[in-house]
Each structure stands twice: as structure tokens, then as C-alpha cells.
């Protein structure tokens, strides 16, 4: 009996130590409501709009620092999920997410506020401020940002994500073009 419970309280312990995790999450409208914003119209067109999208992070935020189109901050829409590993209470965790921003116009100034990265034990806010343009939007379509992927690694598993939240509307195609140009580059 006493060899059992050893056993068991070695299967426990053993258990507790080493363990793995997994979480999704989600930030902002649903996808139907994407969907709706988009096809009323409330949400710009891929003709005269540009939608930032990136992944690696769980929260984004920018200023619109334009006048004409007013200062504003929009919020990121977010899916993604944390997995990991715990190994002897030391955590090895890996953030698989997706991100954008609604569509915004072309002639857009854009500064990144804050951004949040998720790890083991614990999440990463960098806040940038809201002095200065990071980006002006000067042509129409998608543009990836990732400071940490410099070689867009992600952005195709970034569009795919993206891709339902703008399933039948206008920028479906421009999504699965920019999918198909990423997919002949890594043939190369």
C-alpha cells in the first residue's frame, strides 16, 4: 500500500512539474460583425483603404495622426492562442496570433501607441507614444508590420487568419492574392 501511494504521489508530482498549457483568446468585434462593418460600408473598400495586419502580439493600438480624418485611436482585432511546455516549473510558451486594424484611408499617418506580447510567465506592454507618424498609407491594399519579422516569416499565416473575418467581401480577394504572391516567393 505505502509502494501505491509513493507511486501516485510520484505521478502527481511528476505531473505538477511538467505540464503543458494552451489558451485562446480574442480581442474586439466578432467576425460577423467585421463582415458587417465592411460590407455596409462603414469600413473602407480595398480601392481606397489600407488594413495594417501583423501577428506575434495580443494587443495592438495606433493614433490616426492625420487632422483630416481626425485624431484617433483604433484598437487591433486580435485572435490567437499561447501554448506551451512546463518543464521542472520552467515554462516555454509560444504566441501564435494574428492582428489588424479597420480599414483606414489612404493618406493616413499612423502612430503605433502600444503593443503587448504574451510569454510564459507573463505579458510584454511597450507603449511608443503618440508624438510622430510611423507610417503614412500612400497606396490602397494590405500592409504587414512586425517589428520582430523583418522577413515576413508570418504574414502568410497571419492573411489566412485574417482571411474568414473578411470572407465575401471585397478584400477577400485581395487577401488571397497577397497569399498566392507569398505562397510562388517560397516555391522560389
Same mark, same amino acid.
Given at each position: 500500500?505505502?509502494? =501505491?501511494? +509513493? *507511486?501516485?504521489? =510520484?505521478?502527481?508530482?511528476?505531473?505538477?512539474?511538467?505540464?503543458?498549457?494552451?489558451?485562446?483568446?480574442k480581442f474586439g468585434a466578432s467576425k460577423s460583425d467585421v463582415k458587417k462593418a465592411v460590407t455596409s460600408g462603414n469600413w473602407g473598400s480595398p480601392?481606397?483603404? %489600407?488594413? &495594417?495586419? !501583423?501577428?506575434?502580439?495580443? #494587443?495592438?493600438?495606433?493614433?490616426?495622426?492625420? @487632422?483630416?480624418? !481626425?485624431?484617433?485611436?483604433?484598437?487591433?482585432?486580435?485572435? !490567437?492562442?499561447?501554448? !506551451?511546455?512546463? *518543464? $521542472? &516549473? %520552467?515554462? %516555454?510558451?509560444?504566441?501564435?496570433?494574428?492582428?489588424?486594424?479597420? @480599414? &483606414?484611408?489612404? +493618406?493616413?499617418? *499612423?502612430?503605433?501607441?502600444?503593443?503587448?506580447?504574451?510569454?510564459? /510567465?507573463?505579458?510584454?506592454?511597450? /507603449?511608443? +507614444?503618440?508624438? +510622430?507618424? #510611423? /507610417? %503614412? $498609407?500612400?497606396?490602397?491594399? &494590405? =500592409?504587414?508590420?512586425?517589428?520582430?519579422? @523583418?522577413?515576413?516569416?508570418?504574414?502568410?499565416?497571419? =492573411?489566412?487568419?485574417?482571411?474568414?473575418?473578411?470572407?465575401?467581401?471585397?478584400?477577400? @480577394?485581395?487577401?488571397?492574392?497577397?497569399?498566392?504572391?507569398?505562397?510562388?516567393?517560397s516555391k522560389k
Amino acid at each position: 500500500m505505502k509502494k =501505491l501511494i +509513493g *507511486i501516485v504521489a =510520484l505521478i502527481a508530482a511528476t505531473m505538477t512539474a511538467t505540464s503543458c498549457f494552451s489558451t485562446g483568446y480574442k480581442f474586439g468585434a466578432s467576425k460577423s460583425d467585421v463582415k458587417k462593418a465592411v460590407t455596409s460600408g462603414n469600413w473602407g473598400s480595398p480601392k481606397d483603404c %489600407v488594413v &495594417l495586419f !501583423g501577428s506575434e502580439y495580443v #494587443d495592438f493600438h495606433v493614433f490616426q495622426q492625420n @487632422p483630416a480624418f !481626425g485624431y484617433q485611436r483604433y484598437d487591433a482585432q486580435v485572435s !490567437g492562442t499561447t501554448t !506551451g511546455t512546463s *518543464i $521542472f &516549473l %520552467v515554462a %516555454v510558451a509560444k504566441t501564435k496570433s494574428m492582428f489588424f486594424i479597420r @480599414p &483606414l484611408p489612404v +493618406g493616413s499617418e *499612423i502612430a503605433i501607441y502600444a503593443y503587448r506580447n504574451s510569454g510564459a /510567465y507573463g505579458d510584454t506592454v511597450m /507603449y511608443c +507614444g503618440i508624438q +510622430g507618424v #510611423d /507610417y %503614412v $498609407f500612400n497606396k490602397p491594399g &494590405l =500592409l504587414y508590420y512586425d517589428k520582430n519579422d @523583418p522577413e515576413h516569416k508570418n504574414e502568410y499565416e497571419s =492573411l489566412k487568419s485574417m482571411q474568414s473575418y473578411f470572407k465575401n467581401t471585397d478584400w477577400e @480577394p485581395v487577401i488571397e492574392k497577397r497569399m498566392e504572391e507569398l505562397a510562388n516567393e517560397s516555391k522560389k
